[in-house]
């Protein structure tokens, strides 16, 4: 059971130039996350997608798109790679979408991807 | 949407004391608040959370009590280890008008611990 695969774990990209950052989750769970982690600032979501075949911008979208491929898969893309998306990437997935009640928001975390754009 | 501060940014201990990390939360209705701890170089890690319908939660020597009218929640590690050292996270569900965060988090900036042997 791998819980939750991100690739590649380490890039390094030009300003300007595009990659997609993989997801992939083998425990059947229904939402996928992107965050971006920054040092002193937390993690910030990019984007999400509660269900399969639903996505929605998060806190910090600029410059970034997703595709849920399927349940298992979420990815991220980066079209123009600027020098201020440079950051470690983590994807996270959780059992649930809804928020009937008190729900288990317990996220599993991918092992993350460390950018750097020059 | 939901505003969480940390504190403190770093706290260092010696072993065996005891740590409190504190974060305030902005959205009354919140009703989830966990707390994840970050080993260099690894993923984030659950470690504990609590419900709004709970004042304190122990798990061994980790507890996080919730004060709801003040709207903050804290992490209490009791009898630190040098292997408690990580960054701290806590975090709490950013609710859209109709009570919903569709699992979303707002984090905290985040507490380095040291614990030295």
């Known amino acids: 059971n791998a819980g939750v695969t991100q690739t590649p774990k380490f890039q390094v990209l030009k300003t300007g130039q595009s990659m997609t950052l993989q997801c992939a989750q083998d425990?059947?769970?229904?939402?996928m996350y992107w965050y971006r982690q920054d040092p002193g600032m937390g993690l910030r979501l990019i984007y999400y997608?509660?269900?399969?075949?639903?996505?929605d911008k998060g806190e910090v979208p600029n410059g970034y798109n997703v595709s849920r491929l399927n349940k298992r898969e979420f990815s991220l893309r980066l079209e123009s790679a600027a020098p201020s998306q440079t950051s470690v990437y983590f994807c996270?997935?959780?059992?649930?979408?809804?928020?009937?009640?008190?729900?288990?928001?317990?996220?599993?975390f991918g092992s993350g991807t460390r950018l750097t754009v020059v | 949407g939901e505003n969480v501060e940390q504190h403190p940014s770093t706290l260092s201990v010696q072993e065996g004391d005891s740590a409190v990390i504190k974060c305030t939360y902005s959205?009354?209705?919140?009703?989830?608040f966990p707390w994840y701890k970050q080993e260099l170089g690894k993923r984030p890690q659950l470690i504990i959370d609590?419900?709004?319908?709970?004042g304190e939660k122990k798990d061994q020597r980790i507890a996080v009590t919730l004060n709801k009218t003040a709207k903050h929640f804290s992490l209490h590690i009791t009898e630190t280890q040098p292997e408690d050292s990580a960054v701290y996270f806590c975090?709490?569900?950013?609710?859209?008008?109709?009570?919903?965060?569709?699992?979303?988090?707002?984090f905290g900036q985040g507490t380095i611990l040291t614990v030295h042997p």
């Open positions: 425990m059947n769970h229904n939402s």
């Open positions: 975090a709490a569900p950013p609710l859209n008008a109709g009570g919903t965060s569709y699992g979303k988090l707002t």
């Open positions: 959205d009354s209705a919140s009703n989830y």
């Open positions: 997608s509660a269900s399969e075949g639903t996505t």
């Open positions: 996270a997935s959780r059992t649930q979408a809804g928020d009937r009640g008190f729900s288990n928001y317990g996220y599993t």
């Open positions: 609590i419900r709004s319908n709970v």
